[in-house]
Each structure stands twice: as C-alpha cells, then as structure tokens.
C-alpha cells in the first residue's frame, strides 16, 4: 500500500511476472500504475507491503543495471549530450563496456542517431534511447512504463516485436504498463489490471477476452446436423437463421474440426472478436 496523503495510490495489489512471459500492467490514467513501478524500483517506500526483483528489494541489487531495467515516464537525459555519450556515461557507472552503448542503440533503431544530441530528438526516439539505456546491461528483467508513448504506428508495431523477442526468445521477464489496453493486446501473454490503486483482474489475455463470452459465427449448409454435434461437444448453440449458428464454449478451430469430422460444407467460420477496449472499461469504470 501507497498513500500520498489522503490518496490511497496503490492499496492491495499482488501479482507476479513470471520469466518469459510479457505482462501488462493495465489502468486508466491516475489508476496507481507508476506508483506501482516506483516501488518497484526502489524509487518510492510503500507504507505497507513488498515490491520485489527477483525476490529481492531493488535496494539491495548490486548491479542493479545487469538485473533489471526500466523505462519511466519523463525519462529526462541531459539535451546537450549525444546519445552515445549518454550511454557510454551509464556504461561507466555500471562497470560496463563502453561498446554496450552503441550495441544498444543498434538494438532500438537508433545506430544513425548515436552522434546526434538528444536536444533534437523526438518523443518517440526519447522512447527509444530509454529503451537502451534499460538494454545496456542485458538484464534479466524489464520494468517499462508507458514505453509505447510518443511512438509511431510504425515505432508500436517494433516496440511489440522488440518486447515479445525479450520475454519469448530470451526469457526475460517483462512488465509493461499501459492506460490503453488495446495498444498492448498484441504483446502481453498476461495483464493485471487496476483501477483506483486496486487490483481488478489479473489472468491470461486469452482468460481475459474469452471469458465465456467468446462467440464463433458459423454458416452450414447443414445446419441442422452441425447445430447438434456442437451442443455434444459441450458448446451453447444458438440458432440466428437459416444455416447460421453463434456458439459459445468452443474455439472457431474446434467448431472446425467438429464440422470436418460430420463432414459438413462451411459457409464461414468466424470468431467474434472480444471488444478490448470494452472489456477494459468495463472493468475500471466506476470502482
Ligand atoms: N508524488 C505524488 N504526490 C502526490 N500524489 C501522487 C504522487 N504520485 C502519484 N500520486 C497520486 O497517486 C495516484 C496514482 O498515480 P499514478 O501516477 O501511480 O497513476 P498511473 O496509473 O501511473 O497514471 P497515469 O496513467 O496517468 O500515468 C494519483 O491519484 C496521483 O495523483
């Protein structure tokens, strides 16, 4: 719990981001997720409870930039220095290798922009030289708030690869936050969300989409035998028209195999998609 006087922040959140996997820390704006994230990162002390890296307080990390790294909001660097030079600065007070510095920057896109000073950079190159600055030292961890702001389509659609690539291939853990849920849909394979400083759901992505309200859409030229074979196989079948069912309970591959197995001609075969955004405020309204 974290109050900043009669604010309760952040009160009761628990939730753990397990390596290899993306996590997206969800709330609206003012929800409590920064504060979150500074506790983490030593930046601020809880009034009661632990925020912890690797079972261990921040504090207490010996080389903390080798063990975790983190993008905060308003990363401020000094305007008259170059990229480069900023990094190599951090690469020197963590005992790194100054190569690290232009290594990193390759990494986020931002090789060209190594000799230019960070005076001139946009919000979005900003973004990413934050981003290397959390690389440099390879770090087993990833605490990132909002890093997809000031980004490009085309800078979001990388930011998701380069993040994925982190967790998947090299088993990072990685906790992301975000006020938006759909700009983090195509990266998370869990989110927890809040809401007024509390925790309101925690779960997969999948669990938090399908929820039993998963719809597939299928047109059968035989329906009346598909419609059956679905209600066997455990799904709701509902009957829109002629030849046109909305089932519940079962995944549109299912659906597939089912009509294969009963040899029964599809005319389409559709999932429903989940409204995100929806789901979300759904979620964080009024609580
Ligand atoms: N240093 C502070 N002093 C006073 N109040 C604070 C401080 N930091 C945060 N708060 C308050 O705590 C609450 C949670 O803020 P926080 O910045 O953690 O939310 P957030 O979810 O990160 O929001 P946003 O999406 O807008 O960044 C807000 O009501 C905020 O005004």
Known sequence: MKSFGPVRAVDGVSFTVEAGSVTGYLGPNGAG??????????????DSGRALVG????????????????????????????ARNHLRI????????????????????????????VLGFSLGMRQRLALAAALLGRPRVYILDEPANGLDPAGIE????????????????????SHVLSEVEQTVDNVVIIARGRLVR???????????????????????????????????????????????????????????????????????????QKVFLDLTEER
């Open 33 to 46: 997720k920064t504060t979150t994230l500074r506790c983490l990162l030593g930046l601020v002390a809880p």
């Open 90 to 117: 951090l690469c020197t007070a963590a005992g790194l290798p100054q190569s690290r510095a232009d290594e990193a920057l390759a990494q986020v896109g931002l090789a060209d922009a190594a000799g230019k000073r």
């Open 55 to 82: 079972g261990r307080p921040y504090a207490s990390l010996t080389a903390p930039l080798t063990e975790v790294g983190a993008v905060l909001e308003a990363t401020s660097f000094h305007p008259g220095r170059t």
């Open 202 to 276: 925690q779960g997969t992505l999948t669990e938090l989409t399908s929820n039993g309200r998963s719809v597939v859409r299928v047109g059968a030229v035989n329906a009346a035998e598909l419609g059956p074979a679905l209600e066997t196989a455990g799904g709701a079948v509902e009957r829109v028209e002629d030849g046109l069912l909305r089932v519940r309970g079962l995944t549109a591959e299912e659906v597939g195999r089912i009509a294969l197995d009963r040899r029964v001609a599809l005319r389409e075969l559709v999932e429903e998609r989940t409204d995100l």
């Open 158 to 177: 990388w930011l998701r690869g380069f993040l994925r690539h982190l967790a998947h291939e090299q088993g990072a853990a990685v906790l992301v936050s």
